[in-house]
């Protein structure tokens, strides 16, 4: 059976996952492995969104890693893709380039749409959703948060907006290793609040919720009962009162389970996540791990008739 490889450049983490598609569209997971590489600090929209040389460097020894990875477990097909700080590059041919003729792979820096499209075709392959019929999805990454309505239907819209935790971390937050400011908190949440929105012409209906996405991830690491998928707003209000208060050092001492590239971007993430909560006025949320990478290895067995990825997304 065939082995995919996905590897994801996204705005906060480079992600590998290694899987198999089986029937009835259920994925094996058989690797995974993540590597800290901020991309979306420098690509943050105040300033020309140009990688520099040692950027692109660690970007390209990064996905020379993963490759290796992917290679040692013998996977038969390897898609690279990238998401919303490289969507920003002004000079992404140029990284597309020195990847290609160092690596062999071919950078597939994704659109929005494509993007929401593959969350959606990944949320598809979780068992543990598919009881669910008309609901709300988002995937909150580094550079960009993904909105997903599905309905009996299957899926109904999708929105790709600026608002990941390190776009609005760098927008909004003055001093990431300070405690989170409450005027701060209180423009982040206008804001979230007012793009959303915009998205939507008519009252937000939302009889469930789902969530995806790595601070989504590690905010559960701090939960009671973290092997709960479904995961209610109080915990995210009490961990955001006690994360919020708390300056980079302490939140380092007290949360070991958060890994250092997530600890500025920490109250952020929480703050958005609340938002979504409010604003889809819903009490609890279902957290799925099966995001962008799933949906790319569920999608692939339509590469072997010979489209593209960029095909297959603007298709699926």
Do not use: W
């Amino acid at each position: 059976m065939t082995k995919i490889a996905v590897i994801d450049l996204g705005s906060n983490t480079t992600k590998l996952l290694i899987g198999r598609l089986l029937p009835d569209q259920l994925i094996e997971t058989n690797f995974q492995k993540s590597i800290p590489c901020r991309i979306a600090t420098t690509l943050n929209g105040n300033q020309d969104s140009i990688l520099s040389t040692p950027e692109i460097e660690r970007i390209v020894d990064v996905v020379q890693e993963l490759l290796d990875d992917a290679v040692s477990n013998v996977s038969d097909q390897i898609f690279l893709v990238g998401t919303e700080a490289l969507r920003k590059a002004e000079n992404i041919t140029l990284l597309q380039s020195k990847i290609q003729s160092e690596t062999g792979l071919n950078l597939v820096v994704l659109s929005g749409k494509e993007e929401a499209t593959a969350i959606a075709h990944g949320l598809s392959t979780d068992p543990n959703i598919r009881q669910l019929k008309d609901f709300y999805a988002f995937d909150l990454g580094g550079g960009s948060l993904e909105l997903i309505k599905f309905s009996q239907s299957g899926l109904h819209s999708f929105h790709s907006l600026a608002l990941g935790s390190v776009t609005l971390c760098n927008k909004f937050i003055k001093n990431p290793h300070a405690p989170l400011q409450a005027k701060e908190a209180r423009n982040l949440r206008i804001f979230i609040a007012d793009e959303i929105r915009k998205k939507f012409d008519s009252e937000i209906n939302c009889k469930a919720l789902v969530g995806c996405g790595g601070s989504l991830v590690h905010a559960r690491m701090l939960f009671p009962g973290r092997n709960k998928a479904i995961l209610p707003r109080s915990h995210f209000e009490e961990l955001s009162s006690r994360v919020c208060s708390l300056n980079y050092e302490e939140r380092r001492i007290q949360y070991k389970e958060l890994p250092a590239d997530r600890l500025d971007i920490i109250p952020t993430a929480l703050q958005t996540i609340l938002e979504i909560f409010d604003i889809m006025g819903v009490s609890q949320l279902t957290h799925s791990f099966h995001n962008l990478r799933y949906g790319i290895i569920s999608l692939s067995r339509l590469s072997s008739k010979g489209e593209n990825l960029k095909t297959i997304l603007r298709n699926g």
